[in-house]
């Protein structure tokens, strides 16, 4: 009896902050596929060019990080770190996880969790005291996931996002770098 090796799968999330041409474009298919998923904080793919430039802007914002997430060498997922203006004196300290998602053909191999975790040690990093992020109330994978990586639900907006035509709502988290435990759920009963 023949036995298949069982095939390596190897991950790998890094800040980038300049893509070869082929990379970009494996970042713009991931976020399509996101996107035509339902997922990835668009309603609508805006297409191929302004997605190129939107991620080459992203990789220029100076307060700005951009981590990709690749699996067996390929570009299948991202995240942006969006870091507080440095002369803002309301909040200097708090950053935003924002365009995060991962191509439904790459999901379950660890490269959200690895993209989270690339961004709060970042944010560490930046000595930032607290992680913000929002996601569509009907991405219930990714609210799972980001409960688990210590993000407490502080507030839910009925009117969050309008796609084909209805309002879907968001839900708004956030995550204590000091003190993860210190935040709760603003709906969750004792």
Partial sequence: MNVLPEMMVHTA???VTALEDHELGD???A????????????TRSPGQAPLEK???GVMLA????????????????????IQPPPLSETGPSSGEIASFFVAPDARGFGLARGLIDAAEARARDLD???LDLSIRADREAAQSL???KGFHRW??????AHVDGRFVAGAYFSKDLDDPDGLSDEDEEG
Avoid: C, M
């Fill in 62 to 81: 100076p307060h700005r990080d951009l981590f990709v997430a690749r699996l067996n060498g390929r570009v299948r997922g991202g995240l942006q770190l």
């Fill in 146 to 148: 980001v409960r688990a």
């Fill in 27 to 29: 970042l713009v298919k």
């Fill in 54 to 56: 939107y991620f080459r």
């Fill in 155 to 160: 507030a839910v907006k009925s009117h969050y």
């Fill in 31 to 42: 976020a399509e596929a996101a996107i035509d998923e339902g997922g990835a904080n668009w």
């Fill in 128 to 130: 930032l005291k607290v």
């Fill in 13 to 15: 999330v890094t800040r």
